[in-house]
């Protein structure tokens, strides 16, 4: 099979067209409940069956995961906030998978979403809604705001990505506040991926990329599906992180750092070599702390 | 007196023809300050005179609480926040209050309102303006969106026990943040009540009940305004946590749970009867420990 | 020169028609910038390289004090959130002032700022686009509720200090939580001022005040600029506090207070004086704990 380029917008063309609702949802729903429930367990092990004795805030934390994206967004644009909520069947949805992932008889369907297969597969299909919803944020923002580049970024990114960002106030909602952990001060690749996606759909959008819709879709599909998949089996694997040190050394002064680091190790030699030529282990020492 | 339900209907349509301003809602925003008063009392006592040094801190905390509801919907809506505000009347009597209750001559007013048959009253009052704003939620919601059932029973529900989940926001705006402690995690009776209640009122009002208006209101008013008055006189009087308890058991896995404990119970008891009689105690704690 | 009212509105028309952008935007972005800044070197001087490790933190931390005001005005009034990045030419602005104050090649930028003339200089534009932002807030408020006073005042003076309000987010943002310091707690000078100039401007708006608009302007920008130049000078030069001690004195319970104190203290030595005169001593150490 050749891989053209006309393979991959047929590709991307059934990826577009495919629904979300149900089977989409479903793996997102369940994978953010899941995380809620991963959560309690890292931060909230003293409370012992928080689920059981809070079922309210758990639920609600879990809704707020589960349609973070929209909310933030609607928040943004100053849209009702409960507007996703209008067609019952998503929310008695999430509701159906908050319920099974906390409560199902012998946690069943948690041991079962634990199994690497099974989250693998729902991994794979959440990355897809994800893609999907990025691009529904970017013609939403295109819809509302044609010429504002930044704001249509910004809404596909946000749709993608929105529920890293409300963690903070879903966490508040179970009583707890974890100080130096956000997703601004330590974006994900979920982040920072949303964000490139949301750039490059808007330039398409705006037929400044020679490239199709459904290539470009099917590309980005691709490589959140790959990440994902192999940040399952390798921890933190995130191919951002090389050119992000890239750009930090030449836009935050990484370079300047290093060359001022360098210099002033220079001179520090320098100056001892001047005076004593024994104590050149303390201007290791001292090196090493200017690192 | 027969009290069939034409009666009810009678007094519930007399109850819905009340004006709101300017009496009930004086008791209203006068109970939202005490809040104010007697959380600052209890979490910042460390801060001597602190609504003297902090008034503006103060004042807006008792303004949030006081307007809780409204603002909650508006924000959820998508509708401006400070709607409310729109016509003076009600934040000057706010206001009125809150400085009666924070800086009367002598701390009369408070002293006043400490007094049980005065602070009953108050709350009578306030059960019934709460009983009207869920009513008034349900049709705000049902006004915007017809056809939503979730939208319009949160609308009623936050209407009513708005102040409730804005303590969070409350609490910061005086500096203290509180974790475990927030409405969602502990709800309380006006929490739980307020989702009934609007989930009734909406149910009424698509003609899914066979109750009229006025008696549906009636009920709703009758029940906040007696659960109030006997949790003054017993301290968390709550009708609701024996039905939490029951679905608590049915829906979160109670039964199983007691299965569970009771067939691990049997099977430690086995266990040891075979191997040594002797130290029934430690079976006797290790299942207190389960529990 | 004569200082007449005449050459007062001249001066004040010269100020209305100044254009903000770019010089004055660009001293308000570089001030709130440096605010960030010194904020992460005052709280967060644990974490050495903040700003190089968590840009995107320090960015949103940034962004959203360079454009509270409005951020907090849209959220107030219902509108979209982003509505001032709609053009890209202030967010492009406040970027590059940000990258300056952070990034500056060997901090040549920060040092410049840092220098008492380049920072009275750029206060002082800070301080004219404030008094405009105050003008425009009240003229936003009127164009959408013009009969409502209070709503048209808060417009005004957030719009002017909405910074100050939107700290505690901005540190969150960055994983800070402090708890009592904010706003409205300690409120800074820029605060009450801006409260009292949107009130001016309300007046004055609605043809309340014998004053002319540009007057009115130029008396504002003039306080505002007096006062922040001396606040460089001085530590804590705020005029409004003998006022506040004024009427804090007459409206919240101050005299009270001093007579409830005065009359114990005199009830107290009343009482010694009858019993033993010998241990005066005692009495003066009462009262000094009572004050």
């Keep these: ?18 629904k979300m609702y149900p089977y989409f949802d ?17 931060y909230q092990s003293t409370i012992p069956n928080f689920h059981k004795r809070h079922p309210l805030a758990c639920y609600l934390s879990s809704m707020i995961l589960c349609f973070g994206g929209g909310i933030l967004v609607h928040f943004l644009l100053g849209e009702p906030i409960l507007e996703d909520f209008k067609h019952h069947q998503n929310l008695v949805l999430a509701t159906a998978c908050w319920y099974l992932v906390f409560f199902s008889p012998f946690d069943t369907i948690y041991k079962l979403i634990k199994l690497k297969p099974v989250k693998i597969t729902l991994s794979v ?24 580049f930044i704001i249509i970024v910004v809404c596909g990114a946000i749709k993608g990505a929105g529920s890293g960002f409300l963690t903070i106030i879903e966490r508040f909602n179970r009583g707890i506040y974890l100080p130096n952990t956000n ?9 920072k991926g949303c964000l490139l996606a949301a750039i490059a759909f808007t330039l398409e959008r705006k037929d400044l990329l020679n490239v199709s819709k459904a290539a470009m879709f099917f590309g980005v599909a691709t490589i959140f599906v790959y990440v994902k998949v192999m940040s399952i089996f390798f921890k933190s694997f995130d191919p951002i992180v090389p050119f992000e040190n890239l750009s930090s050394a030449v836009f935050f002064g990484g370079i300047m750092d290093a060359l001022r680091k360098a210099s002033r190790n220079q001179s520090a030699v320098n100056q001892k070599t001047k005076e004593n030529k024994n104590d050149q282990a303390s201007v290791d020492v001292d090196s090493k702390k200017i690192n």
Tied chains: 1, 2, 3.
């Design 125 to 148: 299909l959440k990355e897809l809604q994800r893609s999907r919803k990025i691009y529904d944020g970017v013609n939403h923002g295109f819809h509302l705001y044609p010429n504002s």
């Design 1 to 18: 099979m050749k891989l053209d380029v006309q393979t991959l917008e047929e590709y991307g063309s059934v990826l577009l067209k495919l």
């Design 183 to 191: 997703e601004t001060l330590h974006p994900s690749f979920a982040t």
């Design 26 to 42: 479903i793996a997102h729903y369940i994978l953010m409940c899941l995380a809620v429930r991963e959560d309690i367990q890292t």
